[in-house]
C-alpha cells in the first residue's frame, strides 16, 4: 500500500471510531437523564399516595431499584 493510501484509511478509522464513541456517550447520557426523569416522577407519585421512595441507583443512574414503601 501507498503512504497516501495508508494515511487514508488510518484517517477513516479514526473518524469512524471517534464517531462510535461520541455516539456511546450520547446514548448513555440519553439514557440516564431519562432515568433520573422517572425516578422523579415516581418518587413523586410515592409521597402524593402517602409512601416514602426508597431508591437505590448506581452513579449514572443507569440500574436502579424503586419501592415505594407505606406505614
Do not use: W
Amino acid at each position: 500500500m501507498e503512504v497516501r493510501v495508508l494515511k487514508r484509511v488510518i484517517k477513516y478509522v479514526l473518524g469512524i471510531g471517534t464517531l462510535l464513541i461520541l455516539s456511546g456517550i450520547f446514548l448513555i447520557g440519553a439514557q440516564s437523564h431519562y432515568n433520573q426523569k422517572e425516578i422523579k416522577i415516581a418518587s413523586k407519585i410515592c409521597l402524593e399516595n402517602g409512601g416514602h421512595p426508597k431508591i437505590i441507583r448506581d452513579y449514572l443512574a443507569l440500574n436502579y431499584s424503586f419501592s415505594c414503601q407505606k406505614d
